[in-house]
């Protein structure tokens, strides 16, 4: 068990060691000068010059590259070009923000998918299995922008139920993060948003769920279960969505690491300052120290999501923890 | 006739044909080339590609082929503004408040020196009457002198046509008129402007939430090169002029200036004046500043630091600046845009703070001596700033609160229902139309100084030739341009100095007609000729 850990843990480092250095690559081929940013034309030659050197742009690409391996390991990730400010306090703002906006409705997502998809399962073809099939596909084949303006459109100008749109209301700052999230105020702005994230992401862990329920519940066991006598809700939840869930932790580890980064819709429509919208103005501006960091941030956390995701399949399936096929 | 007599007929007829052809060819040079528009993106500013295209459009009636290639804004400003490798470009020069002072339009733009990699003068015009023109009228202090050659420099570029202005946009923007009154707007800056911000008021808690796309990236007086950030600080730091309403540098930290002689400037400093953590504001300051910003090679002065030899405290109150050479947008450009910074705190920065160069200092808490000080700042989110009531001049509101949205829409969708009560800047002319039929909603557009321009590579073929260039001039879709794409929230463009700044502005430099037969009289004029379908030659060389 220690050496799977360990092996999955190396397999992990060298994933992430490649994702720096495509990053580093892909950066570096986008056309467009990055210092073209930060140095508007009306500056003169010197002043332009001082910034280059104040940013390290003058050093050449091999040294550039050996200054950012050191940097990203020891979280050093430089300074942004457009604010100067240390890129690391910049993107862990921006993560808690993110990180606010999506584990509620991710949380509820995958929780009421979960549970959606063994009631289909267990009553497959029925009413609630094609309805919550149907609905899940429209929510998930719409675009984030539509759900999130319609549901803007009904709740928040029209019955004007919900604000719309921000972390909380202007000039009510309550002062620390912690006073922050506990207060009514943010709560109420962080329903919408909610309620279209999981609109978003039900459909995903609930289908798979349901099929990998119904292939659980042809199996011996679940058989034998049955023909032991045990309630059917016993059958369904302990012994066969034990087993089915498997395949929805799996998907679930990729499901979370996209919606981390992937959110500047949402973000954008919901004016909630995160990591989607800062990932893609930094792309934008050429601004390579946030927009490299950002990326490798969001390939730590996908990476880091799937060891955590090898290692929790030794809790869920004991063929893994003992070691055998 | 016999079959001898018809070959030698047909001989000689093919013959004639052939030399005649060559000899036509002769007459007229090679077709025009094919010449591209380099512009932003819809997504950077959706009125550019728009107009690029009419552009293009409107060159084909030429008998010339024109296309518009829209492409990254950071790539443009890279290929034209560094590199001088481009053809045609459509820009939008912002109407800034340094850039009321004619210097920028007649100077940065179109003198011949300006002419380097990154310089501002990228169509590479070389003018050695507009240079004199341009070099006498930053060196004439007084205003009615420095009149003449600016009225002149409008006249020698108009005439010459580098490039062309297109149209004069005015800046679109909203706000609630049940919850602001009082509101004073400059010239290029609309309703977002310092005299609104000191002299509106407004209701309920007394502080405006006025709302803005895009969050200010830093707040450190130094490091500031961006009109974003300029609006911001301006407001928590001072300045000892500042632009008044009427685009004349006024004094205010200042109370009055004299120039002892073309290169001296004395400056009368107020006193009573206070820090917003209670201390005083000396001239001790005043002078630490220049000297500061000078040593740090702070951005956007370098340049204008460089021509400053000397700052001195002859008196009590009294600064006295010795320049190199004399500048008359010294006043304007420097002392009207400097932010005056405290010793007690930068003296100590970088040392103390742990960086090497204040550039980097975060300033996570200004401290300034404006009539606004600094509460709180949410990245992303908010900048909240509450009224100096010991200030000399103390806004009539409690406070601004800046409110960053995702997007225009959502700052327009907020000023209707209330949760916003203006916008900070521009806000799109589409979303200002909608904005005009909801109650207690002010929508419209605001003067401005800055312009759509439409600059030509000088040189390259076919924009070395002036007689090509005052030809297009004739062929620009203005007015199309201003109706269609800019929704009337604009009007066509002649002279570099927009007739929204009326004291510079030259009334002598009128709108071209539009006329496309006029436009290929003059390149008849010019020996340009049309081949068979209709396509544009160059003159025989």
Request: hydrophobic share 45%.
């Amino acid at each position: 068990m220690t050496a799977y850990v360990v092996r999955r843990f190396c397999a992990a480092l060298l994933t992430l060691l490649g994702v720096a250095v495509i990053l580093f690559i892909l950066f570096r081929l986008m056309p467009g000068d990055p210092t073209a940013q930060i140095l508007s034309p009306a500056l003169d030659e010197a002043a332009q010059a001082r910034l280059k050197q104040a940013f390290g742009l003058d050093l050449p690409l091999w040294q550039q590259f050996l200054i950012y391996l050191k940097n990203l390991a020891t979280l050093e990730w430089g300074r942004s070009f457009t604010s100067g400010q240390p890129v690391a306090s910049l993107l862990g703002h921006w993560l808690v923000n993110t990180l606010l906006l999506m584990s509620t409705g991710l949380i509820l997502a995958i929780a009421i998918g979960i549970v959606l998809g063994i009631m289909m399962a267990a009553r497959r073809g029925g009413a609630l299995d094609i309805g919550a099939t149907v609905v899940g596909l429209v929510f998930q084949a719409a675009p984030p922008f539509v759900i999130g303006i319609l549901l803007l459109i009904t709740f928040s100008y029209g019955m004007e139920l919900f604000p719309s749109g921000g972390m909380f209301t202007p000039g009510a700052d309550p002062g620390s993060t912690w006073a922050l999230l506990t207060s009514a105020d943010f709560l109420h702005h962080l329903v919408l948003p909610t309620l279209t994230i999981t609109a978003l992401y039900l459909v995903t862990p609930m289908l798979v769920m349901r099929d990998s329920m119904l292939e659980v519940l042809g199996s011996d066991y679940v058989e034998f279960a049955r023909a032991k006598g045990l309630s059917p809700a016993r059958v369904l939840f302990r012994h066969a969505a034990r087993n089915a869930l498997l395949a929805v932790v799996t998907v679930s580890s990729l499901i979370l690491g996209f919606a981390i980064g992937g959110q500047v819709v949402i973000e954008t429509v919901f004016s909630w300052p995160g990591m989607g919208k800062a990932m893609v103005e930094a792309a934008l501006q050429h601004d390579y120290p946030v927009a490299q960091a950002a990326f490798f941030l969001m390939a730590a956390i996908v990476i880091g999501l799937n060891f955590l995701t090898d290692l929790s399949y030794s809790l869920l399936d004991p063929r893994i923890r003992l070691g055998s096929a | 006739m016999d079959r001898r007599e018809f070959v030698i007929g047909a001989a000689t007829l093919s013959a004639n044909a052939a030399a005649s052809r060559i000899a036509y060819a002769q007459q007229t040079g090679a077709p025009v080339e094919k010449r591209s528009i380099i512009t932003s993106t819809a997504q950077f500013d959706p009125a550019r590609p728009e107009i690029a295209r009419l552009v293009a459009q409107a060159c084909k009636s030429l008998g010339w082929e024109v296309e518009a290639n829209p492409i990254d804004y950071n790539q443009g400003i890279q290929k034209v503004i560094m590199q001088h490798d481009y053809e045609m470009f459509l820009v939008a020069l912002a109407g800034s408040a340094i850039r009321i002072d004619p210097n920028f339009f007649v100077y940065a733009v179109h003198h011949s020196g300006e002419h380097k990699r990154g310089g501002f003068n990228w169509m590479g015009y070389k003018s050695a009457r507009l240079d004199a023109v341009a070099t006498v009228q930053s060196r004439f202090m007084d205003l009615e002198d420095r009149k003449r050659p600016v009225f002149e420099a409008q006249e020698i570029i108009f005439a010459d046509q580098p490039g062309t202005v297109l149209a004069y946009p005015q800046i679109t923007m909203a706000h609630r008129s049940d919850k602001l009154k009082g509101l004073i707007p400059l010239l290029g800056e609309g309703i977002g402007s310092f005299w609104s911000d000191i002299n509106m008021e407004v209701t309920g808690d007394g502080y405006s939430r006025s709302g803005m796309n895009v969050d200010v990236k830093h707040l450190n007086p130094l490091a500031v090169n961006d009109e974003l950030e300029f609006k911001e600080l301006s407001i928590i730091y001072d300045r000892l002029f500042r632009i008044g309403p009427d685009g004349k540098p006024v004094p205010w930290a200042a109370t009055g200036m004299k120039v002892v002689d073309s290169k001296t400037i004395d400056i009368t400093v107020r006193s009573g004046m206070r820090w917003h953590d209670g201390k005083p504001v000396t001239v001790e300051d005043v002078k630490f500043t220049f000297e500061y910003q000078k040593k740090w090679k702070a951005p956007f002065f370098l340049a204008a630091l460089n021509n400053v030899v000397a700052v001195e405290l002859p008196g009590a109150n009294t600064v006295r600046i010795r320049l190199e050479n004399p500048s008359a947008p010294f006043i304007s450009n420097v002392l009207a845009a400097m932010f005056l910074i405290p010793k007690h705190i930068w003296a100590e920065i970088p040392d103390k703070a742990g960086i090497d160069d204040p550039l980097k200092f975060p300033n996570d808490k200004p401290i300034g001596s404006g009539p606004f000080k600094f509460d709180h700042w949410r990245r992303g989110s908010e900048l909240k700033v509450s009224a100096f009531r010991e200030h000399f001049n103390p806004p009539k509101c409690a406070g601004i609160i800046r409110i960053v949205y995702g997007s225009h829409d959502a700052i327009a969708a907020a000023i209707e229902r209330g949760e916003c009560d203006r916008s900070r800047y521009i806000l799109s002319p589409a979303l200002v139309d909608r904005l005009k039929t909801v109650k207690n909603v002010v929508a419209r557009g605001y003067p401005s100084h800055g312009l759509y321009h439409l600059s030509y590579n000088n040189a390259i073929k076919p924009f070395d030739d002036p007689a090509f260039r005052q030809a297009l001039n004739h062929v620009m879709p203005r007015k199309m341009i201003s109706e269609l794409v800019l929704l009337s929230y604009s009007d066509p463009g002649a002279s570099i100095i927009s007739p929204a700044n009326a004291f510079w502005h030259n009334p002598a430099v009128k709108v071209p007609a539009e006329d496309v037969k006029k436009a290929r009289d003059l390149l008849a004029k010019a020996g340009y000729r049309w081949n068979a379908q209709d396509r544009l030659l160059y003159p025989r060389t």
